[in-house]
């Protein structure tokens, strides 16, 4: 098939909130197509949609070929999901929360015994399988929660926010799981509100608001949605720099980046006019230089936009 995933128009509506707002999108067969956004921006809410949870109040959207709603079982075989609250039975141990999902999804004893010895190979936890599930690091139990969800090798899988509350290097981790499931050919569809982690998919869609405010290849989306100059400034004291930035006729958008402001000016030579304006704030300028912009600015620069629009 020419999509693994097509979405016209999908809508959710709970009363007079509208959660998901007419969202139109293509996933191809084999991708890894990130979904980014805040909390409340309506990411899980489409994801269950198309996993045939919820109905839509409009628009239709199709999954491996079936429709979410005449089809929705037909869809739930199909697919791995593994959700925020992904459910783990905390007092029993790593190979018997696998050996337990793979009953469920209809395994025999010995395909079940093969894909259980095979995800403890590559996801790392041969060692700890005898331990119980709550005993686990945060980390540990997302890698597990992941094997429930794809035991019976499913052609397409859902991860809403996979990686929420999981350390830096456990996220790392997890990734490195998630590519070599897209390199053996399975449509991954992943919600996060980590911009880092959108450098790993092959095409992703911000959405704000209920609505997609952009969408492409995250070198795509950098180099054409960017609306203005980044310059990376370090003072010695951040939090309230930014606060004074925001007084320059210059600068569109500011905002902290670990310990240093990403600032969006119209062009390059309005550096030196907004370090002299630091400085006469009293504050010290460690440095100040214009960069590439990250996934993350241009995210805030197109929300900010979009509330600009709607306000």
């Not at 995933?5 to 998901?20: E, G, I, N, P, S």
């Not at 859902?158 to 290097?169: H, I, M």
């Not at 930035?245 to 309005?270: C, F, M, N, T």
């Amino acid at each position: 098939m020419e999509y693994s995933v097509q979405a016209r128009k999908l809508t959710k509506r709970f009363k007079d909130f509208t959660a998901v707002d007419h969202v139109s999108f293509e996933i191809r067969p084999g991708e890894i197509w990130g979904f980014l956004g805040p909390n409340g921006a309506g990411k899980s809410t489409t994801i269950r949609m198309l996993c045939g949870i919820l109905d839509p109040s409009e628009g239709s959207a199709t999954v491996l070929g079936y429709d979410v709603q005449a089809e929705p079982e037909a869809i739930k075989a199909r697919i791995g999901y593994m959700s925020q609250r992904f459910s783990l039975w905390g007092d029993l141990t790593v190979r018997e929360n696998l050996e337990f999902y793979a009953g469920v999804y209809g395994l025999d004893a010995s395909g079940a015994r093969q894909q259980v010895d095979k995800w403890l190979d590559r996801s790392g936890l041969t060692d700890r399988q005898h331990e119980v599930a709550a005993a686990l690091s945060v980390g540990f139990r997302q890698r597990l929660a992941l094997g429930c969800a794809v035991l019976h090798r499913p052609q397409m899988v859902f991860l809403d926010e996979p990686t929420a509350g999981v350390d830096p290097v456990s996220r790392r981790q997890f990734w490195d799981l998630i590519d070599r499931f897209a390199e053996e050919g399975t449509t991954i569809m992943v919600t996060t509100h980590y911009m880092d982690e959108a450098e790993h998919c092959d095409r992703l869609a911000f959405i704000y608001g209920g609505r997609i405010i952009t969408e492409g290849t995250p070198a795509q989306i950098k180099r054409e949605q960017m609306p203005g100059v980044v310059l990376e400034i370090r003072t010695d004291r951040p939090v309230e720099a930014l606060a004074a930035l925001y007084k320059h006729a210059a600068v569109r958008e500011a905002a902290l980046y670990g310990v240093a402001i990403h600032a969006v000016v119209d062009q390059r030579e309005s550096a030196p006019d907004v370090a002299a304006f630091l400085r006469e704030g009293g504050f010290a300028v460690i440095g100040i230089e214009p960069i590439p912009p990250t996934l993350e600015d241009v995210f805030v620069a197109l929300a900010e936009s979009d509330r600009g629009v709607a306000g």
